[in-house]
């Protein structure tokens, strides 16, 4: 079984290039799941607040 | 210019929303199953190279992750022109959205094509190999989007001069490619990392494609979670946001 | 910021901004200068939306912010020159300065003016372009009661002469005349 | 073109009255230069041999300090507001403040660096050449620092990350540039480098002062 992983002395490479790739998406997978988290509790604690009128300007003529 | 009907509906978030929840799970599991049996083929079925050895079994994921890398930047440029010449905000927000994920591909693009070079070039770095230049540029050009972006709090304004960027960025690709090409073939450094790589017998072919199919599809399956995300960020106080926020509460 | 706003204006009339800080007065004239876009509805100059607005239509639309848009190293006379070939214009504004009092200094660089003095280079510079819609941020700040007087008689003189004016403004009784739009954010 | 000639008399009128400041790009670069033989060994050989990327490089890097010179200093008096809004079609005027700044900061620069070539002990017969690769470079170099300048133009402190905008989209003119400086030395041809540079001149003038027009409107918001 060792001798699979040496891979005639390149295994190194070829796993670690394996490794970091396999890295490099689970660290993707948890921050989009991290950055939807806080997206939907702000949304919650947005949908608590009352929504905030925005001001209606008046328009009069001057006599 | 009136833009067709699907347009619009592409263009309102509450639709994107939806439509992203159901594909996601899909494009998610098809994309891993197809990584994990790609990974297994080539690891531990396909046939050793006769030139490399074992060493070019990092075929199967280098020059995906480059090619994702580089998709990346492509949709992040052309949802940055349509957000900036329609004013699109989902566009923009599907930008954003792209630019992390090409980032983080282009710099595992590097890693993995400095450790397939170590074996046959003896340096972590070929200086001679464009791939490898070109990678490295791409990444600053992402960095350098993300830079810019973080540097705004306004996010209007961020989305708006952002989206030049990635325009200009886009145009400066295949100059770059070109001229690092014309750079390396220069030098005569003979490269036996074409980008196809050695010539690929059909049974090294096939789980090269699987996995091409399955870097493709989980690209598309962390954009669109990403942009679910990016959308819940920017219509916080939408109604059809109250809504769903109630429907998942109950 | 604001929303449900509309109103006309037509030649010789006036309009009023007024209303604390932070209610989205200067926001309201850059939209109406054509800098900043409205995120939604529209600002039209003679039914083209302002930001498309292109040479001389351009040129109809005159605006001025808190800056005055001064070099500091260049003089008086060179800062003026330069807005009026940007401009297109040639009068000449050796009348203009002296009605000013500003013939005195119209050599010295910009840099030694005082604020004052400033605002009123920035009132000719105004004047100069020719513009007929004239859209000022609280223009009579830094001005002394003999400037501002001025100010005023000169906006009423580009109303009479079949101008537009929008003005920002904490003291709206020193423009106000009768049949001026007075608008409140 | 009198529009064209208002905006850049006016900007060239404006660098000179602060003509000390002009010379900051010039002395960093022969800084730049100088130490770079403090960091290597000073045998004539293996400087000419760096020579030429050390030279571009440095040249580079010192048009990145004149980036506020272009934008910011407009945009902070106010005057950037009213180009915008004159009835000068914006990209012209980004014409003319770039050929300015370009004349102010790059055109030194061209001569600068061949005499600072020699005391890198090139040949005297390989100054043209990286002269005039110089000056064909010197439009794209001006039009990337321009929409460096332009996307920072509402930061604060926005300078810092100008350079990782605009040197890695530097890559092409280094490369055409060093290799046409290359041939030069050995006195090959050096007609396709030089021409390279020239067709990435024309694209950069042609397109550039669109999206640096659109980067100073958003900027201005």
């Given at each position: 079984?060792?001798?699979?992983?040496?891979?005639?002395?390149?295994?190194?490479?070829?796993?670690?290039?394996?490794?970091?790739?396999?890295?490099?998406?689970?660290?993707?997978?948890?921050?989009?799941?991290?950055?939807?988290?806080?997206?939907?509790?702000?949304?919650?604690?947005?949908?608590?607040?009352?929504e905030v009128p925005r001001k209606q300007p008046t328009v009069r003529r001057l006599q | 210019m009136k833009l067709p009907r699907w347009f619009h509906l592409l263009g309102s978030p509450p639709h994107v929303y939806r439509l992203a929840e159901r594909l996601s799970p899909w494009l998610g599991g098809l994309g891993c199953a197809l990584l994990a049996v790609g990974t297994v083929w080539g690891?531990?079925?396909?046939?050793?190279?006769?030139?490399?050895?074992?060493?070019?079994?990092?075929?199967?994921?280098?020059?995906?992750?480059?090619?994702?890398?580089?998709?990346?930047?492509?949709?992040m440029a052309v949802a940055a022109a349509v957000g900036y010449v329609w004013r699109v905000k989902l566009a923009h927000a599907a930008?954003?959205?792209?630019?992390?994920i090409g980032a983080w591909f282009t710099f595992c693009a590097l890693c993995t094509g400095a450790l397939w070079g170590r074996p046959t070039w003896g340096t972590y770095w070929q200086w001679g190999d464009p791939r490898i230049m070109f990678e490295a540029l791409l990444l600053f050009l992402f960095l350098g989007y993300l830079a810019l972006r973080g540097a705004f709090d306004d996010r209007d304004k961020a989305d708006r001069v952002t989206a030049i960027l990635a325009v200009v960025g886009v145009v400066n690709i295949p100059i770059i490619h070109y001229s690092v090409e014309w750079w390396n073939s220069l030098h005569q450094t003979s490269t036996i990392l074409r980008e196809g790589g050695p010539a690929m017998t059909t049974d090294m072919l096939i789980p090269f494609l699987i996995m091409v199919a399955g870097f493709t599809l989980t690209f598309y399956w962390l954009l669109l979670r990403r942009l679910q995300a990016e959308i819940l960020e920017?219509?916080?106080?939408?109604?059809?946001?109250?809504?769903?926020?109630?429907?998942?509460?109950r | 910021m604001f929303e449900q706003l509309h109103f006309d204006l037509g030649p010789t009339q006036l309009a009023l901004l007024v209303g604390p800080n932070g209610s989205g007065k200067?926001?309201?004239?850059?939209?109406?200068?054509?800098?900043?876009?409205?995120?939604?509805?529209?600002?039209?100059?003679?039914?083209?939306?302002?930001?498309?607005?292109?040479?001389?239509?351009?040129?109809?639309?005159?605006?001025?912010?808190?800056?005055?848009?001064?070099?500091?190293?260049?003089?008086?006379?060179?800062?003026?020159?330069?807005?009026?070939?940007?401009?297109?214009?040639?009068?000449a504004f050796d009348g203009v300065l002296a009605e000013l009092k500003l013939n005195k200094v119209a050599h010295m660089r910009a840099r030694y003016l005082s604020a004052g003095q400033r605002r009123r280079v920035a009132l000719a510079m105004l004047q100069l372009s020719g513009a007929t819609l004239w859209l000022m941020d609280e223009p009579t700040t830094n001005l002394d009661s003999e400037g501002r007087a001025l100010l005023v008689e000169w906006t009423h003189r580009h109303l009479a002469a079949g101008g537009l004016a929008v003005v920002a403004t904490h003291q709206p009784d020193e423009f106000a005349t009768s049949g001026a739009l007075m608008i409140e954010l | 073109?009198?529009?064209?000639?208002?905006?850049?008399?006016?900007?060239?009128?404006?660098?000179?009255?602060?003509?000390?400041?002009?010379?900051?790009?010039?002395?960093?670069?022969?800084?730049?230069?100088?130490?770079?033989?403090?960091?290597?060994?000073?045998?004539?050989?293996?400087?000419?041999?760096?020579?030429?990327?050390?030279?571009?490089?440095?040249?580079?890097?010192?048009?990145?300090?004149?980036?506020?010179?272009?934008?910011?200093?407009?945009?902070d008096d106010g005057s950037l507001e009213q180009l915008?809004?004159?009835?000068?079609?914006?990209?012209?005027?980004?014409?003319?403040?770039?050929?300015?700044?370009?004349?102010?900061?790059?055109?030194?620069?061209?001569?600068?660096?061949?005499?600072?070539?020699?005391?890198?002990?090139?040949?005297?017969?390989?100054l043209p050449t990286l002269a005039l690769a110089l000056l064909l470079a010197a439009p794209t170099l001006s039009v990337l620092v321009g929409v460096g300048a332009a996307l920072t133009l509402s930061l604060?402190?926005?300078?810092?990350?100008?350079?990782?905008?605009?040197?890695?989209?530097?890559?092409?003119?280094?490369?055409?540039?060093?290799?046409?400086?290359?041939?030069?030395?050995?006195?090959?041809?050096?007609?396709?480098?030089?021409?390279?540079?020239?067709?990435?001149?024309?694209?950069?003038v042609s397109l550039g002062p669109l999206a640096i027009a659109a980067a100073v409107k958003v900027g201005l918001e």
């Amino acid at each position: 079984m060792s001798e699979y992983f040496q891979m005639g002395g390149h295994g190194a490479y070829v796993w670690s290039a394996y490794g970091i790739t396999l890295a490099v998406l689970i660290i993707n997978v948890w921050l989009v799941r991290v950055k939807r988290r806080s997206a939907l509790l702000r949304a919650q604690e947005l949908a608590t607040q009352a929504e905030v009128p925005r001001k209606q300007p008046t328009v009069r003529r001057l006599q | 210019m009136k833009l067709p009907r699907w347009f619009h509906l592409l263009g309102s978030p509450p639709h994107v929303y939806r439509l992203a929840e159901r594909l996601s799970p899909w494009l998610g599991g098809l994309g891993c199953a197809l990584l994990a049996v790609g990974t297994v083929w080539g690891l531990g079925i396909a046939p050793t190279d006769y030139q490399q050895g074992e060493s070019y079994r990092i075929i199967y994921i280098h020059p995906q992750t480059a090619y994702v890398g580089m998709m990346a930047y492509v949709v992040m440029a052309v949802a940055a022109a349509v957000g900036y010449v329609w004013r699109v905000k989902l566009a923009h927000a599907a930008a954003v959205s792209a630019a992390p994920i090409g980032a983080w591909f282009t710099f595992c693009a590097l890693c993995t094509g400095a450790l397939w070079g170590r074996p046959t070039w003896g340096t972590y770095w070929q200086w001679g190999d464009p791939r490898i230049m070109f990678e490295a540029l791409l990444l600053f050009l992402f960095l350098g989007y993300l830079a810019l972006r973080g540097a705004f709090d306004d996010r209007d304004k961020a989305d708006r001069v952002t989206a030049i960027l990635a325009v200009v960025g886009v145009v400066n690709i295949p100059i770059i490619h070109y001229s690092v090409e014309w750079w390396n073939s220069l030098h005569q450094t003979s490269t036996i990392l074409r980008e196809g790589g050695p010539a690929m017998t059909t049974d090294m072919l096939i789980p090269f494609l699987i996995m091409v199919a399955g870097f493709t599809l989980t690209f598309y399956w962390l954009l669109l979670r990403r942009l679910q995300a990016e959308i819940l960020e920017r219509e916080g106080s939408a109604r059809w946001i109250r809504e769903l926020v109630a429907e998942g509460a109950r | 910021m604001f929303e449900q706003l509309h109103f006309d204006l037509g030649p010789t009339q006036l309009a009023l901004l007024v209303g604390p800080n932070g209610s989205g007065k200067t926001t309201l004239l850059r939209i109406l200068a054509g800098l900043a876009p409205p995120t939604s509805g529209s600002a039209t100059w003679k039914d083209v939306p302002i930001s498309e607005l292109v040479a001389e239509d351009r040129a109809e639309v005159a605006y001025r912010g808190h800056f005055e848009a001064l070099k500091r190293d260049l003089t008086v006379v060179e800062n003026l020159e330069f807005h009026m070939a940007l401009w297109g214009r040639e009068a000449a504004f050796d009348g203009v300065l002296a009605e000013l009092k500003l013939n005195k200094v119209a050599h010295m660089r910009a840099r030694y003016l005082s604020a004052g003095q400033r605002r009123r280079v920035a009132l000719a510079m105004l004047q100069l372009s020719g513009a007929t819609l004239w859209l000022m941020d609280e223009p009579t700040t830094n001005l002394d009661s003999e400037g501002r007087a001025l100010l005023v008689e000169w906006t009423h003189r580009h109303l009479a002469a079949g101008g537009l004016a929008v003005v920002a403004t904490h003291q709206p009784d020193e423009f106000a005349t009768s049949g001026a739009l007075m608008i409140e954010l | 073109m009198s529009a064209f000639n208002v905006v850049f008399v006016r900007d060239l009128r404006v660098a000179f009255r602060r003509w000390s400041e002009l010379g900051y790009p010039l002395i960093f670069f022969i800084i730049v230069a100088t130490m770079f033989p403090l960091a290597l060994s000073p045998t004539t050989s293996q400087l000419r041999e760096v020579g030429t990327g050390v030279l571009w490089v440095a040249a580079f890097l010192s048009s990145l300090l004149a980036v506020d010179g272009l934008f910011r200093s407009d945009a902070d008096d106010g005057s950037l507001e009213q180009l915008l809004l004159s009835p000068v079609p914006m990209t012209l005027t980004v014409l003319a403040k770039l050929a300015a700044h370009a004349l102010v900061t790059l055109l030194p620069l061209v001569v600068l660096v061949p005499v600072t070539a020699l005391s890198y002990n090139m040949p005297l017969s390989a100054l043209p050449t990286l002269a005039l690769a110089l000056l064909l470079a010197a439009p794209t170099l001006s039009v990337l620092v321009g929409v460096g300048a332009a996307l920072t133009l509402s930061l604060r402190r926005g300078g810092s990350i100008v350079g990782l905008l605009v040197l890695p989209l530097t890559g092409p003119l280094l490369i055409f540039g060093t290799r046409a400086t290359d041939l030069g030395l050995n006195g090959e041809s050096t007609a396709a480098p030089l021409l390279l540079l020239a067709a990435l001149a024309v694209l950069a003038v042609s397109l550039g002062p669109l999206a640096i027009a659109a980067a100073v409107k958003v900027g201005l918001e």
